[in-house]
């Protein structure tokens, strides 16, 4: 008897043991978006930097990598299960944050970088942005969500009046950063304007016609975060291993674009097929104002804008409220 006894004990805990080595996910769906922003996870997904991560700690882990235009169809994707890891905007992430807290509670893992967003337009009588009329449209990420429909409806606000943050609204079509970049290039589109991101905003400056009508920096006041990674706390609490590879992979890269840009440069125009030039990407990534880093800057002005304009039903005490405690160490804002 006694040794029936001890040979249930034993395949209890062998079956415990099973159990534990199984817990953390052997495949995961990692999103990213277009642009210069989104380099440190095209070189994590060129390098495998995850699954080189989480290997040495036991963990192999089979990643998947996809491109979507906006951070509102991530934001669905991770809610569904369908994805573990998704990256975008400040407003998709303080969105989302709001939404599930208390229950899925999504926050953020780190930022990815600060960088500057320009309006551009190819209309020649839209001096600021109270110029723009019934006849133009402006191509962003997503309309009202993305940090680039955020960002025009608190430009909007200073310009128009108090309550008047939507004013534009109604002129935004949402777009992938190429195909409104294309829309606006081509002239024969009814997109007259386009709020993007690095290098697409660049390389539309190089084209005789177009001029910026807005910066984002002059809006928030100075540098702020422009794209974040974010996940949920149950996925977090259930593969802690896989959490950890991935920050050491995000570490791992962003190290890399600051040793040695010409290199990062390099890398991004062979991972995203750009027909820029090295010389271009490497003036972008050494413009001062482009800074690769996974330190929160002025998250917290979108948070207070986002609350006071009904976005959002809850409201951030601290931007600490926002991402998990991996970070909470740094001097951000």
Excluded: C
């Excluded at 006849?135 to 606000?157: C, F, G, H, N, W």
């Excluded at 097929?273 to 002025?298: C, E, F, G, H, S």
């Amino acid at each position: 008897m006694r040794n029936l006894v001890v040979g249930a004990a034993l395949a209890a805990a062998l079956a415990f043991t099973s159990f534990a080595v199984r817990a953390e996910m052997s495949e995961i769906n990692v999103a990213q978006q277009y642009g210069i922003g989104y380099l440190p996870l095209m070189l994590m997904e060129e390098q495998k930097l995850i699954e080189k991560y989480a290997k040495a700690v036991g963990v192999d882990v089979k990643v998947n990598w996809a491109k979507f235009a906006g951070g509102n169809v991530m934001n669905d994707a991770l809610l569904s299960g369908s994805l573990q890891f998704a990256s975008g905007g400040v407003g998709p992430l303080i969105t989302i944050w709001a939404k599930t807290k208390g229950n899925l509670d999504v926050k953020a893992v780190a930022t990815l970088d600060s960088m500057p967003l320009y309006l551009n337009t190819r209309n020649p009588n839209v001096k600021t942005i109270k110029d723009f009329t019934d006849k133009d449209r402006i191509a962003l990420p997503a309309v009202k969500v993305s940090v680039q429909a955020i960002t025009l409806q608190m430009a909007a606000e200073k310009a128009f009046g108090e309550g008047q943050q939507g004013k534009l609204d109604p002129l935004t079509v949402t777009m992938s950063h190429p195909d409104g970049q294309t829309a606006l290039l081509s002239g024969q589109s009814e997109i007259t304007a386009h709020f993007s991101s690095p290098p697409f905003q660049y390389q539309q400056l190089k084209r005789p016609g177009v001029h910026t009508v807005l910066n984002s920096n002059d809006v928030l006041g100075g540098p702020a975060t422009f794209n974040l990674v974010w996940t949920t706390t149950k996925f977090r609490n259930g593969n802690p291993k896989l959490y950890d590879a991935f920050v050491k992979a995000l570490d791992d890269t962003i190290a890399q674009i600051n040793k040695d840009k010409k290199a990062a440069a390099e890398a991004y125009l062979r991972i995203s097929k750009d027909k820029d030039t090295v010389a271009d990407i490497l003036a972008m990534l050494n413009d001062p104002q482009i800074i690769y880093t996974t330190v929160p800057l002025n998250v917290m002005k979108y948070a207070d804008f986002m609350a006071k304009i009904g976005m959002i039903k809850v409201k951030p005490d601290s931007w600490k409220n926002l991402f998990f405690p991996n970070i909470h160490g740094a001097t951000g804002s």
